[in-house]
T-cell receptor, first 113, second 113 residues
Framework: EAQVTQNPRYLITVTGKKLTVTCSQN?????MSWYRQDPGLGLRQIYY???????DKGDVPEGYKVSRKEKRNFPLILESPSPNQTSLYFC????????????FGPGTRLTVL | KNQVEQSPQSLIILEGKNCTLQ??????????LRWYKQDTGRGPVSLTI?????NTKSNGRYTATLDADTKQSSLHITASQLSDSASYIC????????????FGTGTQLKVEL
């Protein structure tokens, strides 16, 4: 089944404790992206990758890192999480940029205490 | 600044009734406009994607329209069902690198018996 998977789905952590949220897609998509969704603000792009070893900042990259060593994986790294990073995170992928449907993962709900 | 505004913010309708959701955007240069359906706690799922030259596109009971001159789009839902209860998000893509997407904050639709 074609899908985007994220792990973990739920995470409660404390300020400053490094964490990684994994994202994997099995559709051989070149483009992958991370978003956060907060009430009243809609989805905002954190980072995106147009292909392996190519990543770029989105609208809200501060406090986050990503890597794209393999085509299928695009992990999101929070080196020192803070409470303002409490949010619902979505990973998405698409075949290429521009006119292609984006497939979203199921989401990761992160709480930073 | 690129913006996408949706109205109404929320809507309650009776099962079987039709409804229309609105989306106004100021994204430039325009590439395409997408409508997504997001069930509570899940990732968005694509309903339609329209380019500049397309002014209507259907997906089952969902019909999207686009007026690129006035920068407006609408999503019409026919014969609503309880399963249509969800948030509907309008997303506009700008041309250029990075598949830059601007998300609206969504219309929360509730279909009641």
């Amino acid at each position: 089944e074609a899908q985007v998977t994220q792990n973990p789905r739920y995470l409660i952590t404390v300020t400053g404790k490094k964490l990684t949220v994994t994202c994997s897609q099995n559709m051989n998509h070149e483009y992958m992206s991370w978003y956060r969704q907060d009430p009243g603000l809609g989805l905002r792009q954190i980072y995106y990758s147009m292909n392996v070893e190519v990543t770029d900042k989105g609208d809200v990259p501060e406090g986050y890192k990503v890597s794209r060593k393999e085509k299928r994986n695009f992990p999101l790294i929070l080196e020192s999480p803070s409470p303002n990073q409490t949010s619902l995170y979505f990973c998405a992928s698409s075949r290429q940029v521009s006119y292609n449907e984006q497939f979203f993962g199921p989401g990761t709900r992160l709480t930073v205490l | 600044k690129n913006q996408v505004e949706q109205s109404p913010q929320s809507l309650i309708i009776l099962e079987g009734k039709n409804c229309t959701l609105q989306c106004n955007y100021t994204v430039s240069p325009f590439s395409n406009l997408r409508w997504y359906k997001q069930d509570t706690g899940r990732g968005p799922v694509s309903l339609t994607i329209m380019t500049f030259s397309e002014n209507t596109k259907s997906n089952g009971r969902y019909t999207a329209t686009l007026d690129a001159d006035t920068k407006q789009s609408s999503l019409h839902i026919t014969a609503s069902q309880l399963s249509d209860s969800a948030s509907y998000i309008c997303v506009v893509s700008a041309t250029g690198g990075g598949n830059k997407l601007t998300f609206g904050t969504g219309t929360q639709l509730k279909v009641e018996l």
